[in-house]
């Protein structure tokens, strides 16, 4: 085989593993177990004790994702628990301990985990389409942007300096008198002191910096997030659709320059986007940011690397007033390519897709499909 052709391949495969959707792939993670048995340690007793940790290893490889599949799983523990062999693809015992003096039995393993299947069953994943058949789901729009700094203007600190000064003196005089002559002489003096006591202080002023962003479209978050909700079973409408049902309410254009200059939109901007949705017929609206950041070296591959830093939320706006049902971030992904390029659309792809992936999580929790 050529080094060319070698080189290629391997590519490939770094290509592959960077663009593979986030948990649908086998994961490892240690679990412990332990069981009490009566008389002596049987071969159910120590099966019994593996299941137990296959279990804490699915736990914690949940518990690593976000909270909202921690309480999903919270819900669905014992049906898991009776089909677990359905999720753990192998098992590998590290560790086992038999207490005779307490007849405990008590073992450490590394599984490895369908993670998909599990996210799958959890709630969390693909809905089949008979599933969508027979279920009636929410309409969902999303208007999330992609930011990168453009400027960042630094304040120098204000420097506020004050002395104050208590002055104090001091007056002593004496009198004499001498006879000579039959002369009487008499004098006075006058010694004077002052003395200045100085105290000190002040303080420093630091302002904000001053960042400005540039707003893009960006492609892969839409498809990422788009191909999230849908497989979820919520029936997606695109955000410039809704614009145009919105009465003139939700205007996309000024929620991107909005977003050029702060973090937040404004309290007008944010009432009439979701009143907008909501004359649209659409009850679900999910809106957020994705800060591109600085590209570095990631230490351990060599590739380029990118953080993006999502913020969003998922708004109810069936009623008068907009609910806020899900909240997420910041929290930051990282992205890896040949090249910054590259880099950058990975990490938005990843970003855009964990986030959704949460927001599907905390409704599928709240029991909205």
């Not at 649908?24 to 299941?51: C, F, N, P």
């Not at 799983?73 to 089909?83: P, Y």
Request: proline share 2%.
């Amino acid at each position: 085989m050529s080094m060319k052709l070698l080189a290629s391949l391997m590519l490939m495969g770094i290509m592959l593993t960077i663009c593979c959707p986030i948990h649908a792939q086998t994961v490892s993670e240690k679990g412990m177990g332990s069981t009490q048995y009566s008389w002596h340690l049987s071969a159910k007793d120590r099966q019994a004790a593996i299941q137990k940790a296959q279990m804490n290893a699915i736990e914690r490889y949940v518990a690593d994702t976000d909270a909202a599949r921690s309480r999903l799983f919270d819900q669905k523990r014992a049906e898991l628990a009776s089909h677990i062999s359905d999720y753990i693809l192998g098992t590998t015992v590290i560790n086992e301990q038999d207490d005779k003096s307490t007849k405990t039995f008590n073992v450490v393993i590394r599984a490895d985990i369908n993670g998909t299947r599990l996210l799958n069953d959890l709630g969390s994943g693909s809905a089949s389409a008979a599933d969508v058949a027979r279920q009636q789901h929410s309409m969902l729009t999303f208007l999330f942007v992609a930011r990168s700094q453009a400027s960042v203007q630094t304040f120098d600190a204000k420097v506020y300096k004050r002395a104050d000064v208590d002055q104090s003196s001091t007056r002593k005089t004496r009198e004499g008198e001498s006879i000579h002559s039959n002369q009487i002489g008499t004098s006075d003096g006058v010694n004077e002191h002052s003395s200045v006591a100085v105290t000190t202080g002040g303080s420093t002023t630091r302002k904000a910096d001053k960042v400005a962003w540039t707003v893009t479209q960006a492609g892969e978050i839409n498809t990422a997030m788009t191909g999230t909700f849908a497989n979820a079973g919520y029936d997606v409408i695109e955000a410039d659709q809704v614009e145009g049902a919105s009465n003139g309410l939700l205007s996309i254009q000024a929620i991107r320059d909005a977003y050029s200059h702060g973090d937040d939109l404004p309290p007008k901007m944010t009432r009439d986007a979701t009143q907008g949705v909501h004359a649209a017929g659409i009850n679900l609206f999910a809106i957020g940011t994705l800060d591109v950041g600085m590209q570095d070296i990631d230490p351990v591959s060599g590739n380029t690397r990118v953080y993006v830093t999502v913020t969003g939320k998922v708004y109810d706006v069936s009623g008068r007033f907009a609910r806020t049902l899900s909240s997420v971030g910041p929290v930051q992904y990282a992205g890896l390519g040949p090249d910054a390029s590259v880099a950058r659309t990975n990490a938005l792809k990843i970003a855009a897709q964990t986030a959704a992936q949460q927001m599907v999580d905390e409704l599928n929790n709240k029991g909205i499909h």
